[in-house]
């Protein structure tokens, strides 16, 4: 388990937020904690404790009034740590190579791929052909719905027919470097994590995925390294004093790098 920090942006600013009640109309969305500090800070910050793979999310849409500040706080953050960070948000195969050529180590795919509900091979052939498979990361962010986690895209607001499970993953695994699934439904909530989708995640693992949702305690983190069989890399956002939470950054540092041995 390897700690990758976040910079959730949104209308500008760092924040930490509600995953399921952003909403584009009004680009409004429920905020746990807004930072005084800009996206580079946090990019500085992760890099003096050489932290890599940490995600910058641009959380509004392209069409959004406040997306170029949005986008400048992510670049500036690119600069700040060349090749430690990687972004997503409104990627396409037309401007994943500007965000490479910024600085990030990889683009962070969803809607592109994930469009009108379904996949999009030609989509994800033609991102392929223009960065490579080793600089793409499919952003799987789920949701619950009738029994089974389903992948949602638009910044989290709809669902596909596409079903998370380990034919999935098998199956996108050809496509990508890595995996990054939000657990949309606790998202921001700190009220522990999805299990359930934990257990799924560490029964397959055979490329790095990242898990976010719901981490709120060292039990928690506890619960994701056992389902996750030590594999699973985390990210913690509202719940840490680095975004007004209880979890103490270094004590986090400290106890992942004391859980290094596999199960």
Known sequence: MELRPCIDIHNGKVKQIVGGTLRDEGDSANENFVSEKDAAFYAKFYKKYHLKGGHIILLNAPSSSFFE?????????????????????????????????????????????????????????????????????????????????????????????????????????????????????????ASGIEEELAALLGGWNK??????????????????????????NVTIGSALDLFGGELKWEEVIEYIANKKEPI
């Open 207 to 232: 490329i790095p995925i990242t898990y976010a949702g719901g981490v709120h305690s060292f039990s928690d983190l506890e619960k994701l390294r056992l389902l996750g069989k030590n594999k699973i």
């Open 69 to 189: 500040e949005t986008k400048r706080q992510a670049v500036e953050a690119l600069r700040a740590y060349p090749g430690g960070l990687q972004i997503g948000g409104g990627i396409t195969a037309d401007n994943a190579g500007e965000y490479i050529e910024k600085g990030a180590s990889h683009v962070i795919v969803t809607s592109y791929v994930f469009k009108d509900g379904s996949i999009k091979y030609e989509n994800l052939e033609k991102l392929i052909e223009r960065i490579g498979k080793e600089k793409i990361v499919l952003d799987l962010s789920c949701r619950k719905k009738g029994g089974s986690y389903y992948i949602v895209t638009d910044r989290w607001q709809n669902y596909t027919n596409v079903k998370l499970e380990e034919k999935t993953l098998e199956q996108f695994s050809d496509y990508c470097d890595e995996f990054l699934i939000h657990a949309v439904d606790v998202e921001g909530k």
